[in-house]
């Protein structure tokens, strides 16, 4: 079975801060591994994705993360923050086989200060 | 062009009552999911569909029946609504191998009163 442990139900940081989100994984498979983010009363939209390429993966919007394998991490993070980055953000794992789900964390709200 | 579009986008009725929410995709993708994000945000899978065929169907009650004409609509019908089911439901699609990640509907906020 495949889980994803999200370290941080809220995390704020100041506008041009460091933005650090953590996400652990747990699979008996190589995993997919994604982020997504979810802007107030909006859908889903996908930051950035691992699927078993370069470990250190780039997205949208300035974020990437490194996939570690030793430590079973995808941390999310974004050099400089900035307010539209406030939002809920998802880690999820999936096994990449057709019809597999995608299984979530409960996510991480992010907050930005000025 | 909307990738994954749901509808409706809200929802409120009554105890008791009988609805649908409709998805369709236009991605050419072979596997259809729908999740429910509750209250506190957790996203959880309830159904997944590969070419029509159901391959995920979570414990959930029975009062809820995906149905997929074809490889580009997957329907949710919920009888007997209760107040537990308030709630935001999500489509999504994808390919097989999710090389491309999962794309997801904006979501249909239901409301049961």
């Known amino acids: 079975a495949q889980s994803v442990t999200q370290l941080g139900s809220h995390v704020s940081v100041s506008e041009g801060a460091l933005v650090l989100l953590r996400c652990n994984y747990s699979s008996s498979v190589p995993p997919y591994l994604f982020w997504y983010v979810q802007y107030p009363n909006q859908g889903l939209q996908l930051l950035l994705k691992?699927?078993?390429?370069?470990?250190l993966v780039k997205g949208i919007n300035g974020f990437e993360a490194e996939f570690k394998k030793s430590e079973t991490s995808f941390h999310l993070t974004k050099p400089s923050a900035h307010m539209s980055d406030a939002a809920e953000y998802f880690c999820a794992v999936s096994q990449g086989q057709a019809g597999t789900a995608l299984i979530f964390g409960k996510g991480t709200t992010l907050s930005v200060s000025s | 062009d909307t990738a994954v579009s749901q509808t409706p986008k809200y929802l409120v009725t009554q105890m008791g009552n009988d609805k649908s929410i409709k998805c369709e995709q236009n991605?050419?993708?072979?596997?259809m999911y729908w999740y429910k994000q509750d209250s506190k945000k957790f996203l959880k899978i309830m159904f997944s569909?590969?070419?029509?065929?159901?391959?995920i169907n979570e414990t959930v009650p029975n009062r809820f029946s995906p149905k997929s004409p074809d490889k580009a609509h997957l329907n949710l019908h919920i009888n007997s609504l209760e107040l537990g089911d308030s709630a935001v439901y999500f489509c999504?699609?994808?390919?097989?191998?999710?090389?491309?990640?999962?794309?997801f509907g904006s979501g249909t906020r239901l409301t049961v009163v």
């Open positions: 569909y590969n070419n029509k065929e159901l391959i």
């Open positions: 991605l050419g993708h072979d596997t």
């Open positions: 691992y699927t078993s390429a370069a470990t």
């Open positions: 999504a699609s994808s390919q097989e191998k999710v090389m491309g990640g999962y794309t």
